[in-house]
């Protein structure tokens, strides 16, 4: 590991100009590739403290040897020489997008004697024009089968047309009318060359003239009574139309753009692209990469932007292009867009209407390609087990840690206080292991202290079921901070969506023999708490007290995705590539989905309860039939009994337990107006379940109602 400071520039070396730099390891290869609007000013923040860089940008800065630059004239120069060295030096501190497929494009080689249209893959060449790309070749075959019919231009490769020239007979597509034939002659170069312009044309979006002569045509041919030539030119428009249903109309007046959107997270990052040509999507194609470098969306953006369009010339060049967000500065990346065009290009961000719409399909797109990806990535075996070695190495593990639990804590503003268990054994989830728990020993809000009370709720259920299976007699199950430990969790089967019912039996999950939920039967052999240094202790004196010394413990902190193990100052740092990080990540990211969900469904219960929730044994139904009789809690709390039991369902037991509830529950008095001596009195909603029970803050988004944990 180097010392920055050993290859610092002195004082004035560094020009204050836009330009280029690249930092070097000490075998001479380049690592990193950046561009700078003031070459001093950047590189400055590199040789700070280490302390104050990011994670990612440190390790970069560690493992450089030197750095060298070039300074340039203009920001577009600049622009065009980092996209220039990023594909001569491929920099592994650089964000490399890669082509989750190989994607076919349909190609007509306008460079031929006789243009050929055929399915062309990887790198463009010059004379070749690319529509597409399309998700899957056959999409390609099929559109050509259609047009064929009305454009027989050469399909056959060099091989079978000399064949053909040599023998003079042609292929089977030129003896049933779908090729034009020109091996054998039945047609000049020059006109071949001119339909393969027309096909070109039509490919391109222009369609609407082509089949409005072909229509006229049609309509000339009835009218001189050729009617079997007007029956070809009839199929001939219907064979057009089918292919042209192929891609709808997305964008009105004949739009040409390309959408860009980026889906990620901290360690992958998704881009998806839509090719709308003639206002229809003629193509889309996606890119997956690691963010092995601290990285905005604006700068993931930027690079998309260079891959996408970096050896793109002319019409390639869409006149508009949709992103999520602008490259600051945008004006030389809109600048370069132009020059590689040779017309003016628009980059922005669609605000409302149909770009609007189109956009959040692709911003889709985008992130079910990132969830598919990482699903391939997390369901193989070998990767899998290569992430299971890598944590036991960081951790020091005996042995693999085939299950792994990880834990985390919800709350909003320190109400609702819950916490989460998920389970992953050999690196796959096991919801039907998943739990959620309630915390009891204490009011408030207090991470570590919950979490020692979680897992020692946990493990003290652990330890009885060895106890009652006869494998373990140890100490006896005390209470957590003065709570006794009855069922203290629930068993999902599913993922919860549902909020509980009662303290922490809302949802039945897998039972044993007896019929009895499944209890905490399995220890794991790595408990990952979601949390720095002060969680992980308390979940290590959680199980110290109960005398559990053979599980591993180890915490994930979010902001910088250290990796803490008790007792130590420093955290484990792992690779940003490393595979034991991200299923680490995936655990953690799992128990935070878990805790968030079931806190939501609790609150939510919360705000919807109401006076007559406290009546034992009143069900929802004669709950709503009551409301729907007298209009309000505050009429219902204000009738006889006599007027109780009109509700259809109510007895006079369950009017007199009513009464009592309602009357325990009545409010407190009623505010008055000082000016005027005026009782003012508001009308009670409906609390038993509407929406018109919820305070105003209900409604609102989560980050209007204070930051969720």
Request: one cysteine or more; hydrophobic letters at 35%.
């Amino acid at each position: 590991m180097a010392d920055p400071s050993s290859y610092r520039p002195r004082p004035g070396e560094i020009p204050d100009s836009p330009g280029v730099y690249r930092f070097r390891d000490e075998h001479r290869r380049v690592i990193y590739v950046g561009k700078a609007k003031s070459l001093r000013q950047r590189l400055a923040n590199y040789f700070q403290d280490l302390v104050n860089l990011h994670p990612r940008t440190r390790s970069m800065v560690t493992t450089a040897a030197s750095v060298e630059w070039t300074v340039v004239s203009t920001e577009v120069e600049a622009l065009q020489l980092e996209y220039s060295w990023i594909k001569e030096y491929d920099p592994r501190f650089n964000v490399k997008y890669r082509d989750d497929k190989s994607y076919p494009y349909l190609a007509v080689t306008m460079n031929d004697e006789f243009p050929r249209v055929q399915v062309m893959r990887g790198h463009k060449k010059k004379g070749v024009r690319y529509f597409g790309p399309y998700a899957h070749a056959w999409a390609i075959r099929d559109t050509v089968d259609l047009l064929l019919r009305v454009f027989p231009v050469r399909t056959c490769s060099a091989g079978v047309f000399k064949n053909a020239e040599r023998t003079g007979r042609p292929c089977l597509l030129g003896y049933i009318g779908k090729c034009s034939a020109p091996c054998v002659g039945r047609i000049s170069p020059e006109d071949h060359y001119e339909l393969a312009e027309e096909f070109c044309d039509f490919m391109a979006g222009r369609t609407g003239t082509y089949l409005r002569r072909l229509e006229k045509q049609m309509a000339e041919a009835s009218d001189e009574m050729e009617y079997e030539r007007a029956a070809r030119l009839r199929d001939d428009v219907g064979a057009l139309k089918k292919a042209m249903e192929k891609n709808a109309v997305v964008l009105a007046d004949a739009t040409d753009a390309d959408l860009i959107a980026v889906a990620e997270d901290e360690l992958e990052a998704a881009v998806q692209i839509f090719h709308v040509r003639g206002g229809r999507v003629r193509g889309q194609r996606g890119w997956v990469t690691d963010k092995v470098e601290e990285i905005t969306t604006a700068a993931l953006v930027e690079h998309a932007l260079q891959q996408l369009y970096g050896e793109e010339t002319g019409d390639a060049v869409p006149k508009e292009v949709l992103v999520p967000a602008l490259p600051d500065p945008v004006e030389p990346v809109q600048e370069w867009l132009t020059g590689r065009r040779g017309a003016n290009v628009s980059l922005r961000i669609p605000q409302r209407g149909d770009k609007k719409a189109l956009m959040e399909t692709v911003q889709r797109n985008a992130q079910q390609a990132l969830v598919l990806h990482k699903t391939k990535r997390a369901s193989d075996l070998t990767t899998r087990s290569r992430a299971l070695e890598e944590i036991a190495d960081a951790l020091d593990l005996d042995s693999a840690p085939l299950r792994i639990e990880c834990y985390d804590i919800s709350h909003l503003q320190g109400d609702d206080v819950v916490a989460s268990m998920v389970v992953f054994e050999d690196g796959l989830q096991r919801k039907n292991e998943y739990r959620r728990f309630q915390i009891k020993g204490f009011a408030g809000q207090d991470d570590v202290r919950s979490m020692h009370e979680v897992i020692t709720r946990r493990f003290r259920r652990y330890l009885a079921e060895k106890e009652k299976s006869g494998e373990w007699a140890g100490a006896e199950d005390t209470p957590v901070n003065g709570t006794p430990g009855p069922a203290d969790a629930v068993t999902l089967g599913a993922p919860a969506v549902a909020p509980a019912v009662g303290e922490d039996d809302g949802l039945i999950g897998p039972k044993d023999d007896d019929g009895r939920p499944r209890k905490f039967a399995y220890p794991p052999q790595l408990v990952v708490v979601d949390g720095g240094r002060p969680q992980v202790a308390a979940a290590r004196r959680a199980l110290d007290e109960l005398g559990i010394d053979d599980i591993a413990v180890c915490g994930l902190a979010k902001r910088l995705e250290e990796v803490w193990v008790p007792g130590e100052e420093d955290p484990v740092v792992l690779p940003r590539s490393s595979e034991g990080l991200y299923l680490l990540q995936r655990v953690r990211d799992e128990a935070h989905r878990f805790a968030i969900t079931y806190q939501r469904a609790k609150r939510a219960k919360r705000l919807r309860s109401g006076p007559l929730d406290e009546v034992p044994g009143l069900g929802e139904t004669r709950k709503q039939a009551l409301i729907k009789h007298f209009g309000s809690v505050k009429r219902l709390r204000a009738a006889t009994l006599e007027q109780i039991q009109e509700v259809p369902g109510i007895g006079r037991k369950t009017a007199e337990t009513i009464a009592v509830a309602l009357a325990r529950s009545a409010p407190a008095a009623p505010a008055v107006n000082t000016a005027t001596g005026e009782i003012i009195e508001e009308e009670e909603p409906d609390t038993t379940g509407g929406s018109s029970g919820e305070p105003v803050s209900a409604g609102l988004p989560d980050d209007r109602r204070g930051q969720q944990t």
